[in-house]
C-alpha cells in the first residue's frame, strides 16, 4: 500500500482528523462484491505487516547513571532525599496546578484521595463501569458502595446524563474515569456534583497530558489520580500522583499516605493527626519518571497525530466506529487507541475472530475490558459481613436490581484496542493497520460462521 510522502512533523501540526486524512493518500479498497485478491494471513496467507512495533518502556543512558549515582547515596525513601519533592513540582507545573502528591502507585493515590475527601464506611460512590478493577476497588478499600453509571458506548465513558438517578442519599462522591485517556464530559459530572454536594475524584490514571476545554484533565474535580505504572505513557515501573488546587485537602492526602504524620513530622509517637498508612513514592521511582517527563510531549504528539491518521482512515472501513470524543474533550492521551467492531457489518464475523485475523496480520489488539459491574468479588463484597452490616437488605436488593447497563455491555462487545506503543509507530505503519483491517473486511466471508 503506497503512502503520499509527508513528514511526521506535517502530520502533527496539521489541523484536523479530515485534513491528516486527505494527506495521506492510502488506497483504501473498493469493498466490492468480487472475490478478494489476497489470502488472510490466519487463513495461510502473507501477513500485512511483518517488522516489530515500538517496544515500551523506553529509556535513555542518562537515566542509568542518575539511578546508579543515587543508588551510591544510599537516599533511597522520600524521607531523606529530594528527588521525590522535585519530581511533585515538575508535575504540578507540568499539569498547571498548585500542588501534586507522588504516591506508590495509581491505586493508592485514589485510596489516599477519596479518604481526604471525607469518604467514609457505608458512604456511596458513582463510577464509571469501563475501567481497570483498581477504579471500584478503592471504593471498597474505603469501606464504601460503588455504584455503576452507565457507559456512552460511543465516547466509552461515564455517561453524564444517567449519574442523577444513581444518587441516594449515601452519595458522596463521583469518581469518573477518563479511560484510555479519552475525557469525561467533566462540566456535565461537575454540575451534578455541586447539585447534591458531592465530591469529585477523576481517575486520570490512563490520561496524562489529555486536555478538557482548555485544561489538563485531572485538575477538572476536587483531586486527579495518575499511575506510572509500567505500560502507561509516563512509566516508572510502579507510582502514583494526585494533584490538586485545595491545599487543605493536599495536606491531608499528604497526611494520609504517610502514616497519618502531619507534614514536615518526624515523631513516631502522638503526633499522627489522621489515620493513614505508607503509600510513598521510593526516590528510584521519581528519578526514572523525570527523565520519562522528558519525552513525554514528543511522544503525545506522535500518538495523537497517528490516532488521527486511523481516525480518518479506520472510519471508512464499514463496520468499524473509532471512539467519539466527549463534548468537550480537545485531546485524548491515547493510553490505548480504541474502536468498536460491528459483526453485523462483517457479516456476523465474532469480534474474537476479528481481533484473532488482525494479530495473524501483525497488527497486535486486544478486546477492551468486560463488564466490570458483574465481577465476582463486587458479590463476594455485598455478601461480606461487614457490608451486610454497612448496608440494608433493602439498599443492597436495590444495588442488585439497578446494576443493569446496557451502554456498557453493548460497549464490552464490539471494543478492540490498539496500545500506546502502537500509536507509535511510523505513518506507513498506521496505513499497515488500515490496510491489515481492510482486508479483512474483503476477505469477512472467510472468516464467517
Ligand atoms: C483506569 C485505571 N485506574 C486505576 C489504575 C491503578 O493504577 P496502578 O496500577 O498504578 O495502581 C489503573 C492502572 O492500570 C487504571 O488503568
Known amino acids: 500500500m503506497a503512502a503520499k510522502k509527508i513528514t511526521r512533523r506535517q502530520a502533527i501540526t496539521a489541523a484536523s482528523a479530515g485534513a491528516i486524512g486527505t494527506m495521506v493518500n492510502w488506497t483504501m479498497p473498493a469493498f466490492s462484491a468480487g472475490a478478494p485478491q489476497e489470502k488472510l494471513a490466519i487463513n495461510g496467507g502473507a501477513r500485512v505487516h511483518d517488522a516489530p512495533w515500538p517496544q515500551w518502556p523506553v529509556w535513555d543512558q542518562s537515566a542509568e547513571k542518575n539511578i546508579t549515582d543515587m543508588l551510591r547515596t544510599g537516599k533511597w525513601w522520600r524521607g531523606n532525599g529530594e528527588y521525590v519533592v522535585d519530581f511533585e513540582q515538575r508535575y504540578a507545573e507540568l499539569m498547571g496546578v498548585k500542588r501534586c502528591l507522588a504516591t506508590a502507585s495509581g491505586t493508592t493515590a485514589l485510596i489516599v484521595s477519596l479518604k481526604a475527601l471525607g469518604v467514609d464506611a457505608g458512604d456511596e460512590v458513582l463510577v464509571s463501569p469501563y475501567t481497570f478493577i483498581a477504579s471500584y476497588n478503592v471504593i471498597f478499600m474505603n469501606k464504601a458502595l460503588p455504584v455503576f453509571v452507565d457507559t456512552d458506548p460511543e465516547t466509552f465513558l461515564m455517561d453524564p446524563s ?66 506510572f505504572q509500567n505500560s502507561k505513557n509516563l512509566p516508572a515501573g510502579e507510582g502514583g500522583a494526585i494533584i490538586s488546587n485545595n491545599e487543605a485537602l493536599m495536606d491531608r492526602c499528604h497526611s494520609i499516605h504517610n502514616c497519618g504524620r502531619s507534614i514536615g513530622a518526624v515523631s513516631r509517637t502522638s503526633a499522627y493527626p489522621i489515620a493513614g498508612a505508607n503509600f510513598r513514592m521510593q526516590q528510584f521511582q521519581a528519578l526514572i519518571l523525570m527523565s520519562q517527563m522528558n519525552r513525554i510531549f514528543r511522544d503525545a504528539d506522535i500518538r495523537m497525530a497517528n490516532a488521527m491518521l486511523l481516525d480518518a482512515k479506520l472510519k471508512e472501513i464499514p463496520g468499524i466506529v473509532p471512539y467519539k470524543l466527549a463534548p468537550g474533550a480537545e485531546r485524548s492521551a491515547y493510553h490505548f487507541y480504541p474502536f468498536r467492531f460491528i459483526s453485523k457489518e462483517f457479516d456476523g464475523v465474532a469480534r474474537d475472530k476479528f481481533i484473532k485475523a488482525l494479530n495473524a496480520e501483525g497488527v497486535p489488539c486486544s478486546s477492551g475490558y468486560g463488564p466490570q459491574n458483574k465481577d465476582g468479588l463486587i458479590e463476594d463484597m455485598l455478601n461480606s459481613r461487614g457490608y451486610k452490616r454497612l448496608f440494608s437488605e433493602a439498599r443492597l436488593k436495590q444495588w442488585r436490581e439497578e446494576n443493569v447497563l446496557p451502554g456498557n455491555d453493548k460497549l464490552c462487545t464490539e471494543a478492540v484496542t ?32
Not at 447539585?195 to 478538557?212: F, P
Not at 476545554?213 to 483531586?223: C, M, N, S
Not at 500509536?423 to 483491517?437: E, F, H, Q, R, T
Open 162 to 227: 444517567k449519574i442523577e438517578a444513581r444518587i441516594t442519599d449515601r452519595t458522596t462522591a463521583i469518581l469518573p474515569v477518563h479511560i484510555y485517556g479519552l475525557p469525561v464530559d467533566m462540566d456535565s459530572v461537575n454540575a451534578a456534583a455541586q447539585k447534591h454536594n458531592l465530591k469529585v475524584v477523576e481517575d486520570a490514571c490512563q490520561a496524562w497530558l489529555g486536555q478538557y476545554k482548555g485544561k489538563k484533565v485531572g485538575t477538572l474535580g476536587d483531586a486527579g489520580c495518575f499511575s
Open 418 to 449: 490498539f496500545s500506546q506503543n502502537i500509536l507509535l509507530g511510523s505513518i506507513n505503519d498506521m496505513g499497515d493497520i488500515v490496510k491489515a483491517i481492510a482486508k479483512i473486511y474483503e476477505n469477512r466471508k472467510s472468516l464467517a460462521g
